[in-house]
């Protein structure tokens, strides 16, 4: 007997007494083939979740299983390409049906009909292990695509195509595995969205993952193969920090996950990416990025997959050797379809609704991160950069809470700042990074052992201004001793000198770590002098006469990232002036 | 054959249950006929097996469990349209009011719409000129862009819109492509017509579809109005390449219509009651703006939300701020001291302003200035904070000078009259003169160059 829908309430749909669904597994439904995943069974009743509208679904109608899970195709294509939840091409689907996207959708996720170049790398004869790379292919000018044996198979080669231009589903090797099955090894591979891509072990994160954004890589740095999260109210720039990021960050292939934003943003991206060109290879960013946009008027249950299909993506390239980011924004969005999912499936709801796994799927998802030996034989990387909306900006909330416990650098964005146009509006006091101690060495060994130490004299002001800060909102700075003025002074540079950085500068958006440091040891050099100022009892108006910290704050725009030398000019100029007013 | 189905099962609020139905789909629309001869429709909202729950637009009073028939119809909730629905009066489920007779349909739509492909979207990068100084230098509204008004019950938010409305340029030939949809959700008969009389004194009339529920209209159909609204407004923007500016007023009601739906069909409450898919369900609506590839038209929104108690942290607006590119926000206090319009300028914020001004838009310098504007002027509040512990004598120079600019900037860039329409330049060289009043060593967001040529030293 064929099964048919019972029921019908927003996404989800159930069916009675059928026996041969399991867990995850995906299903098409109704005559218009949506796509659907079975999320409960009883006895009686099946529980499917819809990823697509289910307006005008009716009891009789049909629901056919796959016999698979919900899974992805993957293979070259995917680069320079934006997918909907569950690995829809966006762009063939514009084609096909327009500017409004209608449902039941079956375009291929990849060209089926492009030829690649294909070059073979293994002979007859080979013994392949799972994950052994059998074939490349330069997928875009600057990612050369490794063709990899599925990482559960394995066997001896049997037979060899030539290298030469073939299609998606061209069988290129044969191999033959132990119980003596044939397999044909094509261009690409099928693997289920919600179960990681093994490895071989991982490894200590120890070499960070450089932005180019100054607070991040100095205060707060993170490590490739890291976990970080952006918790901001709304207004407070996770949005604008996330594409910084991706722009900037020396990752080799950077996956953006758009879920339940904003549409106009996601076009914003498509556009600025294609644009914009990559200072070190010389090719729009577009090369090395996937998108991946559910926006939020896209169907709920494809939102709760999107976070999943990207981060398969990217374990897929890590496994070819690649240091992968995700950028998903936002976390809270996929949290929020969680419980929507939760509360028409009548769950009992555990904190605000949300429902009580939300903390072990928040784990397992951060967990996919990391920095291991891959199965091809070399390293490669995945780093999670997780923007978090919380309800009412208020940080105390369940997601941010337990993206907290799970994610070891916190960005957290501040409002008072962003009102303050002081962007990226990272606030210094309440975020951290667990990272340091395992970076440490990295910079001590390419910025020179005074990075670390610049670093603890910036931080120490910071904190200094913090508790100073406290005593002027009650009494005003006019009270403070010369000394404690002073700190504010300069902490002031730091913060509109250094800690502000304009994303529309053309010097400013990216700054090198070498820039960074020579800025730091500016301004603490600025400040060691002229304490020794404050200590002859010279007054502190006689250092701000000399315009040194007007100077300094605007360092970031006058010295060009090229031009590092000019500093000396700078410091020998602080101590000259320093030197007349000592007298 | 058309079978009707006599009697209900149960009546619970809005909803009535209904046994034996065969070939129901989700989300049809049902009419049902009552003993008295009156008809009502209803849409189907959840299916098991042969019993389905449906939801009374016009709500369940008289309804009793054997005066019914009710008649599937076959297809979801549609809209007829017709470019002669330009100066329409509605109700809140579109059917006309006016006394001009139906609209001959041309087409009809799904109110529910189906998502804009992200690919086919446009950037919106060009402004709209509102003539009102804080909106066009620190909040630039921008055509295609959803950018709500945050108000409190009381303030001005109905005069903010009628003067947006009245003064808002399109440039360029598309000028008489500009059309205003406007829809009532729950407001009060006086309101509806203060809107009306508006429209009608600013000559605008003829081009605006107005759709009224008013607050003693049924609940239901208040969660149908904006979508009608959006149907319209799309099939005028993406198929007759107008420009339509929709106003939706009061998405507060709106939501607590949904919640009021969701709790009688017994749903998991979320916060404060709202139901858990507050956040998809606004956004299928706010995000129906937008410009799209193979059409010169755009949609552009306005929603007007009060906040209760004016808590911006309260669910609606929390949600409407995560999903809208910015907000216009109204306070209270600058209200109180005679300010209008009274926009807190520091949250409020416009995502899409950065790439729709600047040079080939407004001028080169209008970054720079907004930037610093909101700078400065946060540190007006810091300083203000200062004053009440120490008083105002007590603050430095510097500070003093601040509190000096944070009073010219309220009362003369802030404030300004209900008829006052200006330019843009007008406003930027506001914005200018008022930072004049500060030591050009506190203007640290603008480079020298820019502050040779406008910082006006006095």
Not at chain 1, 109 to 135: F, H, I, N, Q, S
Request: glycine residues 8%.
């Amino acid at each position: 007997m064929a099964n048919v829908i019972y029921g019908v309430n927003g996404p989800v749909v159930t069916v009675k007494a059928a026996k041969e669904f399991s867990m995850m597994e995906m299903v098409y439904v109704g005559k218009e083939r949506l796509v659907g995943e079975v999320i409960g069974i009883t006895a009686d009743l099946t529980t499917i979740q819809c990823y697509e509208n289910t307006t005008g679904l009716k009891p009789g109608d049909p629901i056919e299983g796959t016999h698979t899970q919900m899974n992805l195709l993957l293979g070259p294509g995917i680069l320079d390409n934006i997918f909907d939840g569950i690995e829809r091409p966006l762009a063939e689907i514009e084609k096909e049906v327009g500017a409004f996207i209608n449902r039941g959708s079956s375009v291929s996720p990849l060209d089926t009909e492009r030829e690649w170049d294909v070059t073979v790398t293994v002979k007859v004869g080979d013994m392949l292990e799972g994950g052994a790379v059998y074939a490349t292919v330069p997928e875009t000018a600057i990612i050369t695509h490794k063709l990899m044996v599925h990482p559960y198979l394995s066997g001896k080669v049997t037979a060899v195509k030539p290298d030469g231009k073939y299609k998606l589903h061209d069988t290129i090797v044969t191999i033959e595995d132990k119980y003596g099955n044939n397999h044909e090894l094509t261009l690409c591979q099928r693997w289920p969205i919600r179960t990681p891509r093994p490895v071989r072990n991982r490894l200590t994160p120890t070499v960070p993952l450089i932005t180019g954004q100054r607070v991040i890589d100095t205060l707060f740095p993170i490590s490739k193969g890291g976990t970080a999260a952006i918790p901001g109210g709304f207004g407070t720039g996770k949005t604008m920090t996330q594409h910084q990021l991706a722009k900037w960050c020396d990752a080799d292939i950077i996956v953006y996950v758009g879920c339940g934003e904003r549409g106009n943003e996601m076009s914003q991206v498509l556009q600025e990416f294609s644009e914009l060109i990559d200072p070190k290879t010389g090719r729009p960013m577009t090369d090395r990025t996937t998108l991946i946009a559910n926006t939020s008027n896209m169907p709920v249950a494809a939102r709760e997959a999107s976070i999943y299909t990207g981060i398969t993506l990217a374990e897929y390239y890590r496994d070819m050797g690649y240091d992968v980011a995700i950028m998903a924004d936002s976390t809270s969005r996929w949290a929020e379809a969680l419980r929507e999912i939760s509360g028409r499936l009548e769950e009992m709801p555990a904190e605000e609704g949300f429902p009580a796994y939300l903390p072990s799927r928040l784990s397992e998802f951060y967990e996919r991160a990391g920095r291991a030996d891959v199965l091809s034989g070399s390293q490669g990387s995945v780093t999670i950069i997780g923007a978090v909306s919380p309800q009412g900006s208020d940080f105390s909330e369940p997601v941010t809470q337990n993206t907290k416990r799970f994610t070891r650098c916190f960005w957290a964005l501040d409002k008072s700042l962003a009102y303050a146009r002081h962007y990226p509006a990272i606030n210094w006091n309440d975020s951290y990074s667990e990272y340091f101690t395992d970076l440490d060495p990295w910079y001590v060994k390419n910025c020179g052992a005074d990075f670390v130490e610049l670093r603890s004299g910036i931080s120490a002001l910071l904190q200094e201004e913090n508790r100073l800060m406290e005593i002027v909102k009650l009494i005003g700075s006019d009270v403070l001793p010369d000394d404690q003025k002073l700190i504010i002074e300069i902490a002031k540079l730091v913060r509109v000198g250094f800690l502000q950085q304009n994303a529309y500068h053309k010097e400013d958006t990216y700054v090198p770590l070498e820039k960074q440091k020579l800025m730091m040891k500016t301004i603490l050099h600025l400040y060691e002098r002229s304490k020794a100022v404050i200590a002859e009892n010279i007054p502190l108006n006689r250092i701000r006469e000399t315009g040194l910290f007007e100077k300094v704050t605007k360092i970031k725009y006058d010295i060009p990232n090229d031009h590092l030398e000019m500093f000396d000019e700078y410091l020998a100029d602080i101590d000259e002036k320093i030197t007349a007013i000592l007298g | 054959m058309i079978i009707e189905y006599v009697g209900v099962k149960e009546i619970n609020g809005s909803l009535v249950v209904i046994d034996g139905v065969k070939g129901a789909s989700y989300e049809e629309i049902v009419d049902i006929r009552l003993e008295n001869g009156t008809t009502r429709q209803g849409r189907v909202v959840q299916i098991e097996g042969d019993r389905i729950v449906v939801q009374v637009f016009e709500g369940t009073r008289d309804v009793s469990l054997d005066n019914t028939s009710t008649r599937l119809t076959g297809h979801p909730m549609e809209m007829p349209l017709s470019p002669e629905i330009v100066g329409r009066i509605l109700d809140g489920a579109g059917r006309p009011i006016d006394g001009l007779g139906d609209i001959y349909p041309v087409t009809k739509r799904d109110i529910n719409g189906t998502a804009i492909n992200p690919v086919s979207r446009i950037y919106p990068r060009n402004y709209i000129n509102t003539g009102i100084s804080s909106i066009d230098t620190l909040s630039t509204l921008i055509r295609g862009q959803k950018l709500p008004i945050f108000s409190g019950s009381g303030m001005k938010h109905n005069e903010l819109a009628v003067q947006i409305v009245r003064q808002a340029k399109i440039q360029g030939a598309d000028e008489h492509n500009f059309g205003v949809v406007f829809a009532a959700m729950g407001v009060k008969n006086d309101v509806a017509d203060y809107f009306r009389r508006s429209f009608e004194e600013a000559g605008v009339m003829q081009r605006v579809v107005m759709l009224l529920n008013l607050s003693n209209d049924p609940i239901i159909e208040r969660t149908l109005t904006p979508r009608c609204a959006l149907t319209v407004a799309e099939y005028l923007a993406f198929e007759l390449n107008m420009h339509i500016l929709v106003i939706m007023t009061d998405m507060t009601s709106y939501a607590e219509a949904l919640r009021e739906f969701s709790s009688s069909k017994g749903e998991i409450p979320g916060r404060k009651g709202y139901p858990g898919y507050l956040y998809s369900d606004l956004a299928s609506m706010y995000e129906r703006a937008g410009m799209i590839k193979g059409s010169t038209g755009s949609v552009t929104q306005i929603p007007i939300l009060t906040m209760p108690n004016d808590d911006i942290t309260h669910p609606v607006p929390d949600l409407t701020g995560y999903i809208t590119e910015g907000q216009i926000v109204l306070d209270r206090g600058l209200q109180a001291q005679g300010i209008y319009p009274p926009v807190n300028v520091l949250p409020s914020l416009s995502r899409l302003m950065k790439d729709g001004i600047g040079d080939g838009f407004t001028r080169a310098d209008h970054a720079a200035l907004s930037n610093q504007l909101f700078a400065s002027y946060a540190k007006v509040i810091d300083a203000r904070s200062l004053a009440s512990v120490i008083g105002e004598e007590e603050l430095s120079d510097t500070d003093k000078k601040y509190i000096e600019f944070g009073r010219l900037f309220e009362q003369t860039f802030v404030n300004q009259g209900f008829d006052e329409n200006r330019s843009i330049d007008q406003s930027l060289d506001l914005g200018w003169k008022l930072l004049s009043t500060l030591p050009r060593a506190e203007l640290d967001r603008v480079d020298d160059s820019m502050l040779d040529k406008y910082y006006q030293a006095t």
